[in-house]
């Protein structure tokens, strides 16, 4: 069974999702490692039965040391895959990593991807462009914001009088389904 690392900086939703993936078989993974990046992160509380790190990114000079300590700590607990799930610091991905993290992003890539791009920042800009659909996209990490290769995209539309939160909790539901489905095939096609 393959070792995952959930890397978090809030509430850890996605990460918990994809922990009850695995622990009711629907992800042949095994939650391995918490890695957070504030000792804020509320994702801690609620992923409580999984060894957890807090690496806080202000410790450190530079991107590429601040990302070689959290995938330290993910060696060292045995990971061999990374789910970034409500990451927000920038990570440095070294060639023994590429291929082999994995991120959610609220938003249909790459139009609504890049620096800034999180959260509510996203449903604001799918809004404010007169979009008629929104959605998720799980993609692999590489060491541009948002733009590895495409795993799974789930779509939803923008309806009449949608608010950024209206949206944002649309986007959310399908984010539930699709980030264990899109984990579940990456393992799968790994073998």
């Known amino acids: 069974m393959t070792k995952l690392a959930f890397f978090i900086s809030g509430t850890g939703g996605n ?13 042949a993974g095994e939650p391995v490692l918490v890695v957070a990046s504030t000792p804020k992160a509320g994702g801690l509380a ?22 070689e300590v959290c995938y330290d700590a993910a060696e060292a607990a045995g990971a061999t895959v990374i789910c970034l799930a409500g990451w927000l ?4 991905v070294p060639k023994r990593w590429e291929g082999r993290i994995l991120n959610i992003h609220p938003g249909l890539l790459p139009r609504f991807g890049g620096a800034g791009m999180y959260g509510m920042h996203v449903h ?20 541009e914001f948002d733009h590895g290769r495409v795993l799974l995209e789930r779509r939803v539309p923008v309806l009449p009088g949608d608010t950024a ?19 579940a095939a990456f393992l799968r096609e790994r073998g």
């Open 15 to 27: 990460a918990l999702n994809l922990a009850r993936a695995c622990k009711d078989g629907r992800v």
């Open 46 to 67: 609620r992923l409580e039965g999984i060894p957890s790190q807090v690496v806080e990114r202000s410790a450190f000079k530079s991107d590429e040391a601040f990302s």
């Open 89 to 92: 610091k920038r990570l440095w």
């Open 124 to 143: 604001r800009a799918v809004l404010a462009a007169g979009e008629r659909e929104s959605g998720c996209t799980v993609h692999l990490v590489d060491n």
């Open 165 to 183: 939160e209206t949206l944002q909790a649309r986007v959310y539901a399908e984010e539930m389904k699709a980030y264990p489905e899109a984990l």
